[in-house]
Nanobody, 125 residues
Framework: QVQLVESGGGLVQAGGSLRLSCAAS????????MGWFRQAPGKERERVAA????????YYADSVKGRFTISRDLAKNTVTLQMNSLKPEDTAVYYC??????????????????WGQGTQVTVSS
């Protein structure tokens, strides 16, 4: 199976930036897409961003579009989420995830089957 480890979370003031990284190991050859999700206390889990592993096409939630950028390094099997212009409402635990497909499924609907432990992002006002 695939193991995912997130890093880069922390405390930042509103308007600041953070970069989250996710390292994948194991049976990564099956990967169709990788993505980032977040969950704040008392809120539903939200799909933040996703990237097609082979094509590089991306998906962003409306709430982060224009502020966050997802990218991947094929050689290192890593995914990065660059977060700029952070807002207090971005505060959440952020999870990295991997999807096995089906190939061709849109990134806003494809299921993700492997998850990291999560990293806390706190944005103060």
């Amino acid at each position: 199976q695939v193991q995912l480890v997130e890093s880069g979370g922390g405390l930042v003031q509103a308007g600041g930036s953070l970069r989250l990284s996710c390292a994948a190991s194991g049976r990564t050859f099956r990967t169709y897409a990788m993505g980032w999700f977040r969950q704040a206390p008392g809120k539903e889990r939200e799909r933040v961003a996703a990237i097609n592993w082979s094509l590089g096409s991306t998906y962003y939630a409306d709430s982060v579009k224009g502020r966050f950028t997802i990218s991947r390094d094929l050689a290192k099997n890593t995914v990065t989420l660059q977060m700029n212009s952070l807002k207090p409402e971005d505060t959440a635990v952020y999870y990295c995830a991997a999807s096995w497909g089906p190939y061709g499924r849109s990134l806003d609907r494809v299921d993700f089957g492997s998850w990291g432990q999560g990293t806390q992002v706190t944005v103060s006002s």
